[in-house]
């Protein structure tokens, strides 16, 4: 599965702790977009979605949230609690976010701008498009 957790660097001194996050360096990919969900209450689910192109780094800048993860063949769950790491997520990854801490931040770096058109909500829509893989000029049919 094209999702990895990457440790960012940190500096640490006696007046607390940074974490920078560079763009082709930090995250693999130019950073168009960010965006964070917060707020969120207890039993919620959200996400439930892949995304055809766009690459995402989930970062929990506090609290703790779990992330599900799941191609038709495999799935992950990652629980997201350490500010200095972040959940790399590839396209065509079917993603769902639970289990936020009432303090939760979870900030996310987008590799593009907001479009519609790149969502897949239906995860029966999405198996089938992971199944008939990418065609010979490198979309999916939809
Ligand atoms: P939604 O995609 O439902 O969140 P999630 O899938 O993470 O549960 O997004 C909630 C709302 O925010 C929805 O109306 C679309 C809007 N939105 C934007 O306008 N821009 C964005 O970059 C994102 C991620 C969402």
Same mark, same amino acid.
């Given at each position: 599965m094209n999702v990895r957790l990457i440790k960012f660097p940190r500096h640490t001194d006696k007046y607390g702790n940074l974490v920078p996050i560079e763009e082709n360096r930090d995250a693999p990919f130019e950073i168009r977009r960010v965006y964070y969900i917060y707020g969120v209450e207890q039993g919620v689910r959200r996400g439930f979605h892949s995304h055809v192109d766009l690459e995402q780094v989930l970062i929990c800048v506090s609290g703790s949230v779990k992330i599900l993860v799941k191609t038709p063949e495999e799935e992950q769950e990652i629980l997201l609690s350490d500010p200095q790491e972040g959940l790399y997520i590839g396209p065509m990854i079917w993603r769902e976010m639970f289990d936020?801490? #009432? &303090?939760a931040v979870l900030l996310v770096l987008a590799s593009?701008?907001?479009?519609? #058109? &790149?969502?897949?909500?239906?995860y029966g829509k999405y198996a089938e498009m992971v199944k008939n893989g990418r065609s010979e000029d490198g979309r999916y049919d939809r």
């Amino acid at each position: 599965m094209n999702v990895r957790l990457i440790k960012f660097p940190r500096h640490t001194d006696k007046y607390g702790n940074l974490v920078p996050i560079e763009e082709n360096r930090d995250a693999p990919f130019e950073i168009r977009r960010v965006y964070y969900i917060y707020g969120v209450e207890q039993g919620v689910r959200r996400g439930f979605h892949s995304h055809v192109d766009l690459e995402q780094v989930l970062i929990c800048v506090s609290g703790s949230v779990k992330i599900l993860v799941k191609t038709p063949e495999e799935e992950q769950e990652i629980l997201l609690s350490d500010p200095q790491e972040g959940l790399y997520i590839g396209p065509m990854i079917w993603r769902e976010m639970f289990d936020f801490s #009432e &303090d939760a931040v979870l900030l996310v770096l987008a590799s593009d701008h907001y479009r519609v #058109e &790149d969502y897949i909500r239906d995860y029966g829509k999405y198996a089938e498009m992971v199944k008939n893989g990418r065609s010979e000029d490198g979309r999916y049919d939809r």
